[in-house]
């Protein structure tokens, strides 16, 4: 087993690269960027997060006016502005320097987890990403936990009473739930719940209280678990019904096997055919969508319920990042989740082996 997870640890570093190679090639040929942003600007055509150069204002309009810019084939924008300026935008972006350069620095700064500074925030990437994370976690780390928490119970005693009203009634909830988009069903929990036009019983922003760190622990504890309620149900919702299912099927898959049968007439009891033979096999799929699962809610159903709920976290900062074109947020975030997909992946084909210890990744090619 040492051998396989060393060749698995490896083997992360050609698929990083490919991923952020990838990348890189598509955002060079991708229209716009942070320099057009700024430039847009300073035209007056964008309300974007330039604040950082707008003391620069004043410095260009000498450049106003004059031969038509040598960067204006280049840049959308750049017609009349000084080319000094312009020159001095693409040094402060690291674009004076060619692809190729630009990608190799990257490359060497991201393995020591140096992810440089925003283009626009003017603050070091790892220092956004920080203060984000603990937002994405605990969705991520919530929704999963209630969604497993549920599915599973639940998919196993729908398989031992198939075909029974049990089984029928509680589909058909599942089906109605996982219909419901994340988002609506928030804004339906909001109205209901937050102040909308009924009670006023949850929070409606942030994940903690203003007055928090006057709280006591058990006092914390309550206010966090008070504000997440909200959040955490809306992306639930439809996050368990595939899990459920996937159960439910991988159950009755094996109930229907002939060692199941063999089991039943040596006199094994019910529970003990269902828990210490069919569990071990059905839960093996069931564990193969948890990497899917996990971080299905930094991306898909997070941005929504983070924009909903005024929850500032890796999820917004992604796509406001892409949005301004600030590289550096963007390629740290797909680099950190890239990482941990990886990671994630490593650790559940390492829980199929404790699971069924008859699985051998030693034997088998990479």
């Given at each position: 087993?040492?051998?396989?997870?060393?060749?698995?640890?490896?083997?992360?570093?050609?698929t990083?690269?490919g991923?952020?190679a990838?990348?890189?090639v598509?955002?060079?040929?991708a229209p716009?960027g942070?320099?057009?942003?700024?430039?847009?600007q300073?035209?007056?055509?964008?309300?974007?997060?330039?604040?950082?150069?707008?003391?620069?204002?004043?410095?260009?309009a000498a450049?106003?006016?004059?031969?038509?810019?040598?960067?204006?084939?280049?840049?959308?924008g750049?017609?009349?502005?000084?080319?000094?300026?312009?020159k001095?935008?693409?040094?402060q972006?690291?674009?004076?320097k060619?692809?190729?350069?630009?990608?190799w620095?990257?490359?060497?700064?991201?393995?020591?987890?140096n992810?440089g500074?925003?283009?626009?925030?003017?603050?070091?990437v790892?220092?956004?990403?920080k203060?984000?994370?603990?937002?994405?976690?605990?969705?991520?780390?919530w929704?999963t936990?209630?969604?497993?928490?549920?599915s599973?119970?639940?998919?196993?005693?729908?398989?031992?009473?198939?075909?029974?009203?049990?089984?029928i009634?509680t589909s058909?909830?599942i089906?109605?739930?996982?219909?419901?988009p994340s988002?609506?069903?928030a804004?339906l929990?909001?109205v209901?719940?937050?102040?909308?036009?009924?009670w006023?019983?949850?929070?409606?922003?942030?994940?903690t209280?203003?007055?928090f760190?006057?709280?006591?622990?058990?006092g914390?504890?309550?206010d966090?678990?008070?504000h997440?309620?909200?959040?955490?149900?809306?992306l639930?919702?439809?996050?368990?019904?595939?899990t459920?299912?996937?159960?439910r099927?991988?159950f009755?898959?094996?109930?229907?096997?002939?060692?199941?049968?063999t089991a039943?007439?040596?006199g094994?009891?019910?529970?003990?055919?269902?828990y210490?033979?069919v569990?071990?096999?059905?839960?093996?799929?069931?564990?193969?969508g948890?990497?899917?699962?996990f971080l299905?809610?930094?991306?898909?159903?997070?941005?929504?319920i983070?924009?909903?709920?005024s929850?500032?976290g890796?999820g917004?900062?992604?796509?406001?990042?892409?949005?301004?074109?600030?590289?550096?947020?963007?390629?740290?975030n797909?680099y950190i989740?890239?990482?941990?997909?990886l990671?994630?992946?490593?650790?559940?084909d390492?829980?199929?082996a404790w699971?069924?210890?008859?699985?051998?990744?030693?034997?088998?090619?990479?």
């Amino acid at each position: 087993m040492a051998a396989y997870v060393a060749r698995r640890i490896l083997l992360m570093i050609p698929t990083l690269f490919g991923i952020l190679a990838l990348s890189f090639v598509i955002v060079q040929f991708a229209p716009g960027g942070p320099v057009e942003r700024v430039l847009a600007q300073i035209q007056g055509q964008d309300s974007g997060a330039t604040a950082r150069f707008g003391g620069a204002n004043s410095a260009i309009a000498a450049g106003r006016g004059g031969a038509a810019s040598e960067f204006s084939g280049k840049y959308r924008g750049a017609q009349g502005l000084d080319p000094k300026f312009i020159k001095e935008l693409e040094k402060q972006f690291g674009f004076d320097k060619p692809p190729l350069v630009r990608f190799w620095l990257m490359i060497r700064n991201y393995a020591t987890f140096n992810f440089g500074r925003s283009y626009f925030r003017d603050e070091p990437v790892i220092t956004l990403i920080k203060e984000k994370l603990p937002v994405s976690m605990s969705l991520g780390l919530w929704m999963t936990f209630l969604s497993y928490v549920i599915s599973i119970p639940l998919g196993i005693a729908k398989a031992r009473r198939e075909g029974e009203a049990f089984d029928i009634w509680t589909s058909a909830v599942i089906i109605v739930g996982y219909a419901i988009p994340s988002f609506l069903f928030a804004i339906l929990l909001i109205v209901l719940f937050a102040g909308g036009s009924f009670w006023q019983i949850f929070p409606l922003r942030g994940l903690t209280s203003d007055y928090f760190a006057q709280l006591t622990l058990l006092g914390k504890v309550k206010d966090y678990l008070w504000h997440i309620v909200l959040p955490v149900s809306a992306l639930t919702l439809g996050a368990f019904a595939t899990t459920t299912f996937l159960t439910r099927n991988a159950f009755i898959d094996e109930i229907r096997k002939q060692y199941v049968i063999t089991a039943r007439m040596k006199g094994l009891t019910e529970r003990r055919v269902l828990y210490g033979h069919v569990f071990r096999n059905a839960m093996l799929i069931v564990i193969s969508g948890f990497p899917g699962a996990f971080l299905s809610a930094f991306f898909t159903g997070s941005l929504l319920i983070e924009t909903i709920f005024s929850l500032d976290g890796l999820g917004l900062l992604s796509f406001e990042s892409t949005l301004n074109r600030d590289y550096p947020v963007v390629f740290a975030n797909l680099y950190i989740f890239a990482l941990l997909g990886l990671v994630i992946n490593l650790i559940s084909d390492l829980t199929y082996a404790w699971i069924d210890p008859r699985i051998d990744f030693e034997t088998r090619e990479t």
